[in-house]
Nanobody, 114 residues
Framework: QVQLVESGGGLVKPGESLRLSCAASGFSFSDYNMRWYRQAPGKERDFIAHISAGGAATDYADSVKGRFTISRDNAERTVYLQIDDLKPQDTAVYYC???????WGQGTQVTVSS
């Protein structure tokens, strides 16, 4: 079955960086577009970033452009989210997603606090 496992979250200070990972299994990873979303406490789950199956095309929510970078390694079946210059408003649970399979991981918590 489709399985997505996120990792790399944690407690960080404003201005620091994190790289989140999402390891995929149970489907032909290199054939599918991938996305990252996040859900802050008390808010809806919001789209953050999208990457095409081959990795050549990316798209970002306006709120994260310039600080977030999505990438993928199809040989490792993993999609990444590099987050730079973290801000307290980035505090959320971060999820990876296979949009056409409607599959979600369990999420990884990112907390930004001084």
């Amino acid at each position: 079955q489709v399985q997505l496992v996120e990792s790399g979250g944690g407690l960080v200070k404003p201005g620091e960086s994190l790289r989140l990972s999402c390891a995929a299994s149970g489907f032909s990873f290199s054939d599918y577009n991938m996305r990252w979303y996040r859900q802050a406490p008390g808010k809806e789950r919001d789209f953050i970033a999208h990457i095409s199956a081959g990795g050549a095309a990316t798209d970002y929510a306006d709120s994260v452009k310039g600080r977030f970078t999505i990438s993928r390694d199809n040989a490792e079946r993993t999609v990444y989210l590099q987050i730079d210059d973290l801000k307290p408003q980035d505090t959320a649970v971060y999820y990876c997603n296979v949009p056409t399979l409607e599959a979600w991981g369990q999420g990884t918590q990112v907390t930004v606090s001084s």
